[in-house]
């Protein structure tokens, strides 16, 4: 079964290769973390701007982990990028909460990997698709998305959630493990 997952989703990135990613002017497609993912790499390459993924990439849908260093990251990236969440979620208060807290619009449930979404952040950031990169966990929404319209993407490792049942199944197809070796932080809420 993990031989057959792997090789779904080499096949999986030669394509998306072959059709729209080789034009990506990134050289790196993953990270464990988004604190990993160099601001001044993506600023070499020409990129302006970044739609963020929410659940799983800055914070665990559970809010019970936060990204290590993630919100140094997003502070700092603002003074270079402009910034935009995209989130499925459709729990409204959380959604503000962590829009305010990060100080980052969010577009909100954004029904990714439709492109709607996705135009609409463009749209707001008056970048073209090649200047802007999308950061998230998940293969079926911020990936598949990401190439439906033309932008780069990396993908990160999903924080440890309580998992769906479909996730138990195909979760393996979708998201990275998040690395054991690599610690995690818990959400301060007070802080927020
Ligand atoms: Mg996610």
Request: hydrophobic content about 45%; overall charge positive.
């Amino acid at each position: 079964m993990a031989k057959i997952g792997f090789w779904l989703e080499v096949i999986g990135w030669k394509l998306c290769h072959l059709v729209r990613f080789s034009r990506s002017p990134l050289p790196l497609s993953r990270a464990d973390l988004l604190a990993d993912i160099s601001l001044k790499m993506l600023h070499h390459c020409g990129i302006r701007g970044v739609i963020l993924d929410l659940d799983n990439t800055i914070v665990s849908e559970d809010d019970r982990y936060l990204s290590p260093e993630a919100e140094a990251w997003i502070e700092t990236a603002k003074a270079s990028f402009q910034l935009i969440i995209l989130t499925n979620g459709k729990r409204e208060a959380r959604i503000e909460f962590w829009s305010n807290r990060l100080e980052i619009d969010a577009i909100h449930p954004a029904r990714k990997p439709f492109p709607k979404a996705f135009r609409q952040a463009l749209n707001r950031m008056q970048l073209k698709p090649h200047q802007v990169v999308v950061i998230g966990d998940s293969v079926h929404t911020d990936q598949v998305g990401a190439w439906l319209v033309g932008c780069s993407m990396i993908q990160v490792a999903s924080l440890p959630h309580p998992k769906r049942s479909w996730e138990r199944v195909i979760g393996r197809f979708v998201h990275r493990r998040y690395p054991r070796d690599r610690e995690l932080w818990t959400v301060d809420i007070e802080s927020g």
